[in-house]
């Protein structure tokens, strides 16, 4: 059974586009989050949820809106995309706040 | 504010070799301290952490890191490395009391074989 998973695994779009990715963890996990990676794999916190509340919201453009339907899912809904967003955009949970995480698969976006 | 570097960007070792890759963090109080692994391709997995107690940490693999509060150290170690460890490793430093994660910018090892 996968403990984080993602979708989709790559996503290819056209600057200017809408999309969201989808992140969905089975570990009972209280907290998720966003992290994009860069090409020189730089990795930046984007958003934490703990239990469906927002904690942590890093300086993102606002075209970036995470949502939490419940506390096992955590989605990434990105307007108007941009060529600098092209990245790898992970989802992680763990336990409580900036414990251990549990990393998903990853989400590579290419914007051309 | 907390923050953490990892001052070697890329190692190069033949098999069987020792490891040490660098890891510093700047904040004066308690902290939690993790190594995550990067194989090619694939996700973050944990390899350690530090959270109290003993500073000598054993991890998966046969990794371990050293907590050096004097000197805000928390260096990998691997007494031989094989092919399989060629993956990027970060390094990353939680507070206590902040609810944010950092990581370094990671050290890429390439095991020779």
């Known amino acids: 059974d996968t403990a984080v998973s993602q979708t989709p695994k790559y996503l290819v779009t056209q600057m200017g586009n809408d999309k969201s990715i989808k992140c969905e963890q089975n570990?009972?996990?209280?907290?998720m989050y966003w992290y994009k990676q860069d090409s020189k794999k730089f990795l930046k916190i984007m958003f934490s949820?703990?239990?469906?509340?927002?904690?942590i919201n890093e300086t993102v453009p606002n075209r970036f809106s995470p949502k939490s339907p419940d506390k096992a899912h955590l989605n990434l809904h990105i307007n108007s995309l941009e060529l600098g967003d092209s990245a790898v955009y992970f989802c992680?949970?763990?336990?409580?706040?900036?414990?251990?995480?549990?990393f998903g698969p990853g989400t590579r976006l290419t914007v051309t | 504010a907390q923050s953490v570097s990892q001052h070697n960007h890329h190692v190069i070792l033949s098999e069987a070799a020792s490891l040490e890759l660098g890891c510093n963090y700047s904040y004066g109080g308690t902290v939690n301290l993790f190594w995550y692994v990067q194989y090619p391709g694939q996700h973050l997995q944990l390899l350690l952490k530090y959270f109290s107690g003993d500073p000598l940490v054993k991890g998966i693999k046969g990794f371990e890191a050293e907590f050096i509060k004097s000197k805000f150290s928390f260096n990998l170690r691997k007494p031989s490395v094989q092919w399989s460890d060629t993956a990027e490793y970060f390094c990353?430093?939680?507070?206590?009391?902040?609810?944010?994660?950092?990581f370094g910018t990671g050290t890429k090892l390439q095991v020779i074989p």
């Open positions: 570990l009972g996990h209280d907290t």
């Open positions: 992680a949970s763990s336990q409580v706040q900036a414990s251990e995480q549990y």
């Open positions: 949820y703990n239990n469906k509340e927002l904690i």
């Open positions: 990353a430093v939680n507070a206590r009391g902040y609810q944010k994660v950092t």
